[in-house]
């Protein structure tokens, strides 16, 4: 009995060094001749990149994601040669004002596999609410584009911003700003106390609500991201009083500038970053902001952005991380005792 028990543990021992022999041989084979391995590593990307918006389908921020996404792909694949996946899921995520997609983004795997266009302007929630994740942990790769604001009146409204403020020193103006304490709100406010105008604030749940407002004469003004109400201006149903920036893009219409409120030239409008979770390794991040850049330089991709209005001034990398730090402190310290007697 003894020793049946010394000659299997013998033949065992040789069985297994034989399979592990074999085993390395064919590690070292694969290694020479370029064959793929069991413990060679996935180039990334591997598999679906979801992309996630805090819109309903149809709106700014879905459109350009839907737009981007095939030339993405293509060129996540040319950065990394030999990549299988790459292929982007956009994924809707509108609730609490895009507090789900953000929080959602927030939680995933810093894997490159969950990205997000992310609107700075949220910055102003935190401090209206407790959230559950902090927006200066975000890795911030791109500032994809600025749109800048530009305030509109009805087709039948003021001729122009003189006549609203005249209007302003006799009675209170109805200025739609969207849904209370988002960033249409918060640049409204901004206007208010540095114009002084007599004005009272209405809120609505986005920029098609505000515009349906005007359009129906419910409110006088509203306060609009360039590119998403250009089909509107185009079509004469509502008409531009200024531009909030040094020089204005429509003919006839002074900008903020001109009118003699230069702080409040080139500080309002939209930034639209590009997120990822917090600790997303550098050579993922640079993967993507490499796809990225050569996506955004597309000439067929610029000419379906020239077509539906949406302005393209990316800014990559350390820079766009400085940006939107900087734009977050604005917006939580600089102008927290102004927007307290609003918000509380």
């Not at 992310?118 to 929630?125: K, L, P, V």
């Not at 559950?132 to 994809?144: P, S, V």
């Not at 509203?222 to 003919?251: N, Y």
């Not at 930034?271 to 917090?278: Q, S, V």
């Amino acid at each position: 009995m003894e020793r049946e028990a010394i000659f299997d543990l013998v033949c065992n021992r040789r069985h297994f060094l034989r399979n592990l022999g074999l085993g390395l041989g064919t590690v070292a084979v694969a290694s020479q001749t370029g064959l793929p391995s069991l413990f060679a590593k996935e180039i990334y990307p591997a598999g679906k990149i979801t992309c996630l918006i805090s819109q309903k389908p149809g709106a700014g921020y879905d459109i350009l994601a839907r737009g981007i996404s095939p030339y993405l792909t293509q060129y996540l694949r040319a950065v990394s040669r030999g990549a299988k996946g790459g292929s982007i899921v956009v994924k809707n995520e509108p609730a609490a004002g895009g507090q789900r997609a953000y929080s959602a983004v927030f939680k995933a795997k810093p894997d490159g596999n969950t990205i997000c266009i992310f609107d700075i302007g949220f910055a102003t929630e935190t401090l209206m609410s407790k959230l559950d994740f902090d927006i200066q942990k975000f890795t911030y790769l791109i500032r994809i584009n600025f749109t800048t604001r530009i305030l509109v009146t009805g087709k039948n409204g003021f001729a122009n911003w003189g006549e609203m403020v005249k209007f302003a020193k006799q009675k209170e103006l109805k200025w739609g700003v969207g849904a209370m304490g988002r960033a249409i709100h918060i640049d409204s406010i901004i206007v208010k106390e540095e114009t002084g105008l007599a004005t009272r604030f209405i809120p609505f749940g986005g920029t098609a609500e505000n515009m349906n407002a005007l359009l129906r004469g419910d409110i006088h003004v509203a306060m609009a991201s360039e590119g998403s109400v250009s089909g509107l201006i185009d079509a004469g149903e509502i008409r531009v009083l200024t531009q909030f920036a040094e020089t204005s893009d429509h003919p006839g219409v002074p900008s903020i500038k001109e009118l003699g409120y230069p702080a409040l030239s080139g500080k309002l409008g939209g930034h639209r970053f590009l997120i990822t979770p917090p600790g997303l390794p550098k050579d993922i991040g640079n993967t993507l902001t490499s796809a990225f850049k050569m996506a955004l330089s597309d000439k067929d991709f610029q000419a379906w952005a020239k077509k539906n209005n949406i302005p393209l001034n990316p800014v990559y990398g350390d820079e766009a991380d400085k940006l939107a730090k900087n734009i977050i402190r604005y917006y939580q310290e600089d102008l927290r005792p102004v927007l307290k007697k609003y918000l509380d």
